[in-house]
């Protein structure tokens, strides 16, 4: 006891009390303890009367005591005409003594030097620099301390102080109110909350946007397998027939036969840019295909790939006029790359002329660069369409194009083998008005 007295600068003294009165004490130096400590006829007094007053108080708490928790009864020893002392009960039990084995222990609190060294010390430790802390009298009011000068009515927050119950701490938050901080956490939280619902259903609209894309890719490429069967059997089955009746020698005339071989060639040259479209769509998509560029004249292969294709133009019932600049310089291009660019947009025209029959080829020279343009009268292009049809697969959505057959692979193939050339494709169109599109090829940019 003497050791814990003197080792604490709250602490005024301590004592155990018996229940046969017995007691035994130790207090720090007499002479300076109030008139209640130096007088030890009115120390008894006084303590007996706490004592006995606080009987019924003691029952519970020494009931907690044998269950091995241990909470003090706190009683205002002194509060005017010197420190305030506050006095600390703790009933003890020993478990070795059942009978006459309970003690009082008490101790005298300062408290003032109970704030300065406990509190104060505690306040410090803990505060971050955002808290102001304050400790004073429930009944006066009186301020014992305060971590820093503030107006007391902005505390916010107040709690007992544990041992001594006359006493409260009050807590402010630095240079704000505890009712902002809620206000703003709300608002951190709620904005958190919607950046998360937020990316939630982003999220959600990718996966569904993503599923949507293989879903319609999927369909695509199972409207491409059936139409490029198609493509495939017609020419197939043209082929197969007339080579068979003339294998049978069924064929009445010299001009007949001449028709037939005519048609053969044809339908194979239809055939072989088929497969010739198929087959370097796959070798662009797995980045397979080779270009060889070299100067050449654009009207000369343009002339030389109409002629090429007049056999099946001319079966189709369609004319084709040139119109071509007769100087060009020359560009460097991959010839069959744009002879194969060149017979898709035809085979178009063709596909998607209705009655007027007719197609314009024209080859001019705008500034730097040289147009191959190719114009139709056929059924023309929605303008939310013209973006599309250069995806592959992709076909217009249309009853007018519903029974024409294709691959869905020309025009984007065409994309591709422009963007090789550093060139681009274009498309001026209108519903029922007919599409010109545009092999646009820089001269510059070729180096020509």
């Not at 292969?301 to 133009?313: D, G, I, P």
């Not at 600049?325 to 596909?351: G, H, Y």
């Not at 730097?368 to 056929?378: E, H, L, M, P, R």
Request: hydrophobic share 40%.
């Amino acid at each position: 006891m003497q050791k814990y007295v003197q080792r604490n600068p709250s602490v005024l003294g301590a004592f155990l009390h018996f229940k046969n009165h017995q007691e035994v004490d130790v207090f720090k130096e007499r002479y300076t303890l109030p008139e209640s400590f130096r007088s030890p006829k009115l120390f008894r007094q006084k303590l007996q009367m706490i004592v006995d007053s606080a009987k019924t108080q003691l029952a519970p708490i020494l009931r907690r005591a044998r269950e091995g928790y241990i909470k003090p009864l706190a009683f205002t020893w002194e509060k005017n005409g010197g420190p305030e002392i506050t006095l600390l009960l703790f009933p003890y039990f020993n478990e070795s003594q059942k009978s006459g084995g309970t003690y009082l222990i008490g101790i005298f609190i300062d408290n003032m030097e109970y704030i300065n060294d406990i509190v104060a010390r505690k306040f410090t430790a803990m505060n971050d620099g955002e808290l102001v802390f304050a400790v004073r009298e429930k009944d006066t009011g009186v301020l014992h301390y305060f971590s820093e000068e503030t107006d007391l009515e902005q505390f916010e927050k107040s709690e007992d102080l544990w041992i001594i119950p006359n006493l409260e701490i009050q807590i402010k938050v630095r240079g704000t109110t505890l009712n902002q901080i809620s206000k703003k956490r709300a608002q951190t939280n709620l904005t958190f909350l919607i950046v998360v619902n937020t990316v939630l259903l982003l999220g959600v609209f990718y996966v569904l946007r993503n599923v949507w894309h293989e879903m319609t890719l999927a369909r695509m490429k199972t409207d491409f397998v059936a139409n490029v069967s198609h493509e495939l059997r017609t020419p197939l089955a043209l082929i197969r027939m007339f080579a068979e009746t003339l294998e049978l020698d069924r064929v009445p005339s010299e001009d007949k036969k001449r028709a037939y071989y005519r048609s053969i060639v044809g339908e194979s040259s239809r055939l072989t840019q088929l497969i010739n479209n198929i087959l370097d769509f796959s070798k662009i998509e797995s980045n397979k295909k080779e270009y060889k560029l070299e100067p050449a004249d654009l009207s000369r292969l343009v002339r030389q790939t109409l002629e090429m294709y007049s056999f099946h133009l001319e079966q189709k019932g369609f004319q084709v006029t040139l119109d071509a600049d007769s100087v060009l310089p020359e560009i460097r291009i991959d010839t069959e790359a744009i002879k194969q660019s060149l017979v898709n947009l035809l085979d178009n025209a063709v596909k998607f002329s209705t009655d007027d029959k007719s197609i314009k080829v024209s080859v001019h020279r705008h500034n730097q660069k040289v147009v191959v343009s190719v114009q139709d009268c056929g059924i023309g292009i929605a303008e939310s369409e013209q973006k599309k049809i250069f995806e592959k697969f992709y076909r217009v959505e249309s009853s007018l194009v519903h029974n024409t057959k294709g691959s869905g692979l020309g025009l984007n193939l065409v994309k591709k083998i422009m963007d090789i050339h550093n060139g681009q494709v274009t498309v001026e169109s209108s519903p029922g008005k007919g599409s010109t599109f545009s092999l646009i090829f820089p001269i510059n940019t070729n180096g020509a």
